[in-house]
């Protein structure tokens, strides 16, 4: 079983919003230098279940990482081959810097083409920059293979795999033959940590450096199909409300009613 | 009077003196590559790990861990062997404590002494962020350039190494008869950058030889591999080597210079011809110039010799007691002997020595001096060794390197 897992770079999303800021000009988020960068988490949940599949299935699984990203992506890709990754993709090209998620599925896509047979591909539920979502279940849709969202579980069984999806009020069990692509929530549960043996391994691990010549994009799949319009940081109205009462029991139950009015409480 | 002011910095959430600060070049990635800490930052006789200088002919290789490791030994042996880390571990081992110093410190000091040029300064340490991004463009330094750098000063530093002598590996692989080299290879490899041929030599209009991308190697004499203070080394001052200084596994060759210490040793080729080591014929040798038909190889260095203080720059001095001191080693052994001269050169006294006097580290010496009247003086310091051999042994070479000299300090007294 050949897996591509899709990868993407983004500032560390623990880091405090304060310390970023937009140019609402050029419509681009400004981080300060240095800001750190990480594998999106959602994508490390993806790595992470290319590696229990591995688990459960045995060495005959190879996992190739791709990701879409200027050089420092290249950074995403070695956690992941340090993770145990076998290879990896980095598909680079200053025609692809400001990929929107169209062009971005349509240079993935290509690439999971050029790699030949690829029984499956696993992605983050969204990326956790601009968390739109989209771009895993458009590669599905442009390599025309079925696809499955939200999943917190993923084993293999005869022909195809066999997913636990997350649903707002349960789960959902589904089964699809491959080849096919399947995006992973977080719910899938705690992710492994790089040894140093395997980091160390993962320097020596092959790193292909694709550019849009060579997926052989064109130039229609290159055209943006979404115009940002504004991009800016939403004012927060903080208010503070002192809720008393002669006693604490009384405080207490004036505090859950206010809640309840306010739908915080169900 | 320019006091040497203690500077100070913030230790383990403590107001304390301040640490010796490495100079380094890094790469793309911001790894080290290169490094030197000033010598007179310094104290005691073991340099801090993270102070010890760096230099790499090549690329430095990606990390190896140790499981992923093992050490070849073929050739002219009985028995051809694959050690691991673990198997050299179980082996009878050996400290050592030894000073490093690549072949070309002090290499200025040649062209103040031959040519008259300005004296190089020890608080001097190269811009190696700058060479690092010269390198990763391409750029070749002009003669002009090279003419006006004041070389290396600092590419010397003490350690304790602990390992396995060479010769017990050696032995257990059996030597056939006619055996005369240990050729060393290490698994670090690159094509090696002209730019250091041309600093060592102070020029660039000379052709060096490109040999392509190499792995670094040394050939060994058997003589000085079956020193059983030769080591293969897994450690460094108590801890695992670091990978910038070789790790898992490198040659340490007590008393001669660090490119025999080769790092990230990976295989050991015993052979009965000397091999045809670039790092050994072509760069690292003596001669008198690039067509010198004669061009031996570096081996032992010679009677070294610093003076720590006063340097040029302490000066003016007030009048009163001062404690001269320096360091000095040898590439044969011990020290016997160190003098000094306050008066150029004149009379010579000799200084106390300090105890441990190791076989291959450099020993603290220290000679008080009681100066009353002003004036100019000229203080000279020298060294003999456990063999007789006084400073200088160098002499003047191309590629400048051992320089063992005799530098005077030049101080005013007021």
Same mark, same amino acid.
């Given at each position: 079983?050949?897996?591509?897992?899709?990868?993407?770079?983004?500032?560390?999303?623990?880091?405090?919003?304060?310390?970023?800021?937009?140019?609402?000009?050029?419509?681009?988020?400004?981080?300060?230098?240095?800001?750190?960068?990480?594998?999106?988490?959602?994508?490390?949940?993806?790595?992470?279940?290319?590696?229990?599949?591995?688990?459960?299935?045995?060495?005959?699984?190879?996992?190739?990482?791709?990701?879409?990203?200027?050089?420092?992506?290249?950074?995403?890709?070695?956690?992941?081959?340090?993770?145990?990754?076998?290879?990896?993709?980095?598909?680079?090209?200053?025609?692809?810097?400001?990929?929107?998620?169209?062009?971005?599925?349509?240079?993935?896509?290509?690439?999971?083409?050029?790699?030949?047979?690829?029984?499956?591909?696993?992605?983050?539920?969204?990326?956790?920059?601009? +968390?739109?979502?989209?771009?895993?279940?458009?590669?599905?849709?442009?390599?025309?293979?079925?696809?499955?969202?939200?999943?917190?579980?993923?084993?293999?069984?005869?022909?195809?795999?066999?997913?636990?999806?997350?649903?707002?009020?349960?789960?959902?069990?589904?089964?699809?033959?491959?080849?096919?692509?399947?995006?992973?929530?977080?719910?899938?549960?705690?992710?492994?940590?790089?040894?140093?043996?395997?980091?160390?391994?993962?320097?020596?691990?092959?790193?292909?450096?694709?550019?849009?010549?060579?997926?052989?994009?064109?130039?229609?799949?290159?055209?943006?199909?979404?115009?940002?319009?504004?991009?800016?940081?939403?004012?927060?109205?903080?208010?503070?409300?002192?809720?008393?009462?002669?006693?604490?029991?009384?405080?207490?139950?004036?505090?859950?009613?206010?809640?309840?009015?306010?739908?915080?409480?169900? | 009077?320019?006091?040497?002011?203690?500077?100070?910095?913030?230790?383990?959430?403590?107001?304390?003196?301040?640490?010796?600060?490495?100079?380094?070049?890094?790469?793309?990635?911001?790894?080290?590559?290169?490094?030197? /800490?000033?010598?007179?930052?310094?104290?005691?006789?073991?340099?801090? /790990?993270?102070?010890?200088?760096?230099?790499?002919?090549?690329?430095?290789?990606?990390?190896?861990?140790? +499981?992923?490791?093992?050490?070849?030994?073929?050739?002219?042996?009985?028995?051809?062997?694959?050690?691991?880390?673990?198997?050299?571990?179980?082996?009878?081992?050996?400290?050592?404590?030894?000073?490093?110093?690549?072949?070309?410190?002090?290499?200025?000091?040649?062209?103040?002494?031959?040519?008259?040029?300005?004296?190089?300064?020890?608080?001097?340490?190269?811009?190696?962020?700058?060479?690092?991004?010269?390198?990763?463009?391409?750029?070749?330094?002009?003669? +002009?350039?090279?003419?006006?750098?004041?070389?290396?000063?600092?590419?010397?530093?003490?350690?304790?190494?602990?390992?396995?002598?060479?010769?017990?590996?050696?032995?257990?692989?059996?030597?056939?008869?006619?055996?005369?080299?240990?050729?060393?290879?290490?698994?670090?490899?690159?094509?090696?950058?002209?730019?250091?041929?041309?600093?060592?030599?102070?020029?660039?209009?000379?052709?060096?030889?490109?040999?392509?991308?190499?792995?670094?190697?040394?050939?060994?004499?058997?003589?000085?591999?079956?020193?059983?203070?030769?080591?293969?080394?897994?450690?460094?001052?108590?801890?695992?080597?670091?990978?910038?200084?070789?790790?898992?596994?490198?040659?340490?060759?007590?008393?001669?210079?660090?490119?025999?210490?080769?790092?990230?040793?990976?295989?050991?080729?015993?052979?009965?011809?000397?091999?045809?080591?670039?790092?050994? /014929?072509?760069?690292?040798?003596?001669?008198?110039?690039?067509?010198?038909?004669?061009?031996?190889?570096?081996?032992?260095?010679?009677?070294?010799?610093?003076?720590?203080?006063?340097?040029?720059?302490?000066?003016?001095?007030?009048?009163?007691?001062?404690?001269?001191?320096?360091?000095?080693?040898?590439?044969?052994?011990?020290?016997?002997?160190?003098?000094?001269?306050?008066?150029?050169?004149?009379?010579?006294?000799?200084?106390?020595?300090?105890?441990?006097?190791?076989?291959?580290?450099?020993?603290?010496?220290?000679?008080?001096?009681?100066?009353?009247?002003?004036?100019?003086?000229?203080?000279?310091?020298?060294?003999?060794?456990?063999?007789?051999?006084?400073?200088?042994?160098?002499?003047?070479?191309?590629?400048?390197?051992?320089?063992?000299?005799?530098?005077?300090? +030049?101080?005013?007294?007021?």
């Amino acid at each position: 079983m050949h897996i591509a897992v899709l990868i993407k770079q983004v500032p560390n999303p623990d880091a405090l919003a304060a310390v970023m800021s937009v140019d609402e000009a050029s419509l681009k988020v400004v981080l300060p230098p240095g800001h750190p960068q990480v594998v999106s988490p959602f994508d490390e949940q993806a790595l992470e279940a290319a590696l229990r599949l591995r688990d459960q299935v045995g060495a005959a699984v190879k996992i190739t990482a791709v990701t879409l990203g200027p050089d420092s992506a290249r950074t995403a890709l070695k956690q992941a081959l340090s993770l145990g990754a076998d290879d990896a993709v980095h598909i680079h090209d200053a025609a692809l810097l400001d990929a929107d998620s169209h062009v971005s599925a349509h240079a993935l896509a290509a690439a999971i083409r050029k790699l030949g047979t690829i029984d499956l591909v696993l992605a983050g539920r969204q990326a956790a920059d601009f +968390d739109a979502g989209v771009v895993g279940l458009g590669v599905a849709e442009i390599l025309g293979v079925p696809s499955v969202s939200f999943a917190c579980g993923i084993e293999a069984v005869d022909g195809g795999v066999q997913v636990e999806r997350v649903l707002q009020d349960g789960f959902e069990t589904v089964q699809v033959p491959l080849p096919a692509l399947v995006t992973i929530s977080n719910e899938l549960g705690e992710v492994r940590k790089p040894n140093l043996r395997e980091t160390m391994r993962a320097a020596r691990k092959p790193v292909a450096a694709w550019g849009a010549a060579e997926l052989g994009l064109e130039a229609s799949q290159l055209q943006p199909r979404s115009r940002r319009t504004r991009l800016f940081i939403p004012q927060k109205n903080t208010q503070c409300e002192f809720i008393t009462g002669a006693t604490a029991f009384e405080a207490g139950e004036r505090l859950a009613q206010r809640l309840h009015d306010a739908r915080v409480l169900g | 009077m320019p006091k040497r002011e203690i500077e100070g910095d913030w230790v383990m959430g403590w107001p304390d003196r301040k640490r010796p600060e490495i100079a380094a070049g890094k790469d793309a990635d911001g790894r080290v590559i290169s490094g030197r /800490t000033q010598i007179l930052e310094q104290e005691g006789l073991i340099t801090p /790990t993270n102070n010890y200088y760096i230099v790499t002919q090549l690329d430095i290789p990606e990390p190896v861990h140790p +499981d992923d490791w093992s050490l070849t030994i073929t050739g002219e042996v009985e028995r051809p062997l694959t050690l691991t880390i673990e198997d050299l571990r179980k082996l009878p081992g050996r400290s050592v404590r030894a000073v490093t110093e690549c072949a070309g410190n002090d290499e200025g000091f040649f062209d103040y002494e031959k040519r008259g040029v300005s004296k190089p300064s020890r608080r001097y340490v190269p811009d190696f962020k700058r060479r690092a991004a010269l390198k990763a463009q391409g750029v070749m330094p002009t003669n +002009d350039e090279l003419a006006g750098e004041m070389g290396n000063t600092c590419a010397m530093s003490g350690g304790e190494f602990t390992g396995v002598p060479l010769a017990e590996v050696l032995r257990r692989a059996g030597l056939k008869p006619g055996a005369q080299w240990i050729w060393m290879k290490g698994f670090d490899n690159g094509r090696p950058d002209p730019t250091m041929q041309y600093r060592s030599m102070g020029r660039s209009d000379v052709k060096v030889e490109d040999p392509g991308v190499i792995n670094y190697d040394k050939g060994l004499p058997l003589d000085k591999a079956l020193d059983p203070d030769t080591l293969l080394a897994w450690a460094q001052n108590g801890e695992w080597l670091m990978h910038v200084h070789g790790a898992p596994l490198r040659c340490i060759v007590p008393g001669w210079s660090g490119n025999w210490w080769v790092k990230w040793l990976s295989h050991i080729e015993v052979t009965r011809e000397m091999p045809p080591c670039y790092h050994q /014929t072509k760069y690292f040798v003596y001669g008198k110039s690039p067509d010198d038909p004669n061009k031996p190889m570096l081996t032992a260095m010679g009677v070294r010799n610093i003076i720590t203080y006063p340097l040029d720059e302490d000066s003016p001095l007030e009048r009163g007691s001062h404690a001269i001191r320096g360091l000095a080693w040898s590439g044969m052994g011990g020290i016997a002997k160190v003098e000094v001269s306050v008066d150029g050169g004149a009379t010579w006294n000799e200084a106390h020595i300090e105890e441990p006097r190791e076989r291959w580290l450099w020993v603290r010496w220290s000679y008080l001096w009681q100066v009353d009247a002003p004036g100019a003086y000229r203080i000279l310091a020298r060294a003999t060794d456990v063999k007789g051999r006084l400073q200088p042994q160098t002499p003047w070479n191309y590629q400048r390197k051992h320089f063992d000299g005799i530098v005077p300090s +030049d101080v005013v007294v007021e």
